[in-house]
C-alpha cells in the first residue's frame, strides 16, 4: 500500500503594520468587508517594478485595487498577469533565461527610482513569492489585502514590489538536454542513411562542444550582470 502524498501547506499570512501600532495581530484581519471607516480607503495603487541589468533601465507598471471588492487569491492573480503581461512582457518570458527568484517591498524617491524599505514586520520573499508563483493555492481571504493597505496608508510617496530576477537554471538545463537529444536523433538517422559513422562522430562532438560553450556562457553572463 503506498503511502499517501504529503500535501503542500501555503507559507503563513503576513503581519500587518496595524499589529504593532494597536497591539493586537488579528484585528486587521477580522474587519467585515464593508467597512466604510475612513482609515480604508476605496482604492490602493501598487507600482510593480522591474530593473533591466543590461539596458540598466526600470519598467513600472501600476496595479489598482479596491479593498472591499476583491481577495488575496484574485489580488495576486492580478499582480502576476499585470506583471507578467506589462512589465516583464511575454516574449521575454518566453524566449530568455531568467526568472522572478525574489519580490521585495519598495517606496519611490522624489526623482522616481525605487529604493527598498525597511524590512522590518514585512512578509519575507518565500511568502512573496509563494503568492505570485502560486496565486490558485491563496486563499480567498484577505490578509495580504490588509497588508498592502498597512504598507500604503499614511505614506505621501508611491509605493510598490520590486521583482528580481535570476538565471532560470531549469531552462538552461532543458535546453541543454533537447539540444543534446536532438544532436543525437540527428547523427542516427544519418548513419541509417549511409552516412559515415567517422564523419558522424566528429560532427556530432563538434556540435556537442559548441552547445555546451554557448549555454555555459549564456550562465555566465546572466551570473555576472544580474543584481545581487
Not at 48 to 72: A, G, M, Q, Y
Not at 106 to 132: C, E, W
Request: proline share 8%.
Amino acid at each position: 500500500m503506498s503511502s499517501p502524498t504529503p500535501s503542500v501547506e501555503a507559507p503563513p499570512a503576513p503581519r500587518t503594520h496595524r499589529s504593532r501600532r494597536h497591539g493586537t495581530r488579528s484585528r486587521a484581519y477580522s474587519l467585515p468587508r464593508g467597512d466604510k471607516s475612513p482609515r480604508r480607503r476605496s482604492e490602493v495603487r501598487l507600482l510593480l517594478c522591474l530593473f533591466h541589468s543590461t539596458s540598466h533601465k526600470w519598467s513600472t507598471e501600476p496595479v489598482h485595487f479596491n479593498p472591499h471588492r476583491i481577495n488575496d487569491r484574485e489580488l495576486w492573480t492580478d499582480i502576476r498577469d499585470i506583471f507578467r503581461q506589462d512589465v516583464q512582457r511575454p516574449w521575454r518570458r518566453l524566449l530568455g533565461l531568467k526568472k522572478v527568484k525574489n519580490i521585495v517591498p519598495i517606496s519611490m524617491t522624489p526623482n522616481g527610482v525605487p529604493v527598498r524599505v525597511d524590512p522590518k514586520d514585512y512578509p519575507d520573499s518565500k511568502q512573496f513569492l509563494h503568492a505570485y508563483h502560486h496565486p490558485e493555492h491563496v486563499r480567498p481571504e484577505h490578509n495580504w489585502v490588509d497588508w498592502f493597505v498597512a504598507f500604503d496608508e499614511g505614506d505621501q510617496r508611491t509605493n510598490g514590489l520590486e521583482f528580481v530576477e535570476g538565471i532560470w537554471a531549469e531552462k538552461l538545463a532543458f535546453i541543454a538536454i533537447l539540444a543534446t537529444v536532438a544532436i543525437v536523433v540527428v547523427s542516427i538517422v544519418w548513419c541509417v542513411l549511409g552516412g559515415n559513422l567517422q564523419t558522424v562522430f566528429t560532427v556530432m562532438s563538434f556540435v556537442l562542444g559548441l552547445v555546451t560553450a554557448e549555454i555555459a556562457l549564456a550562465a555566465l553572463y546572466y551570473q555576472l550582470t544580474l543584481p545581487g
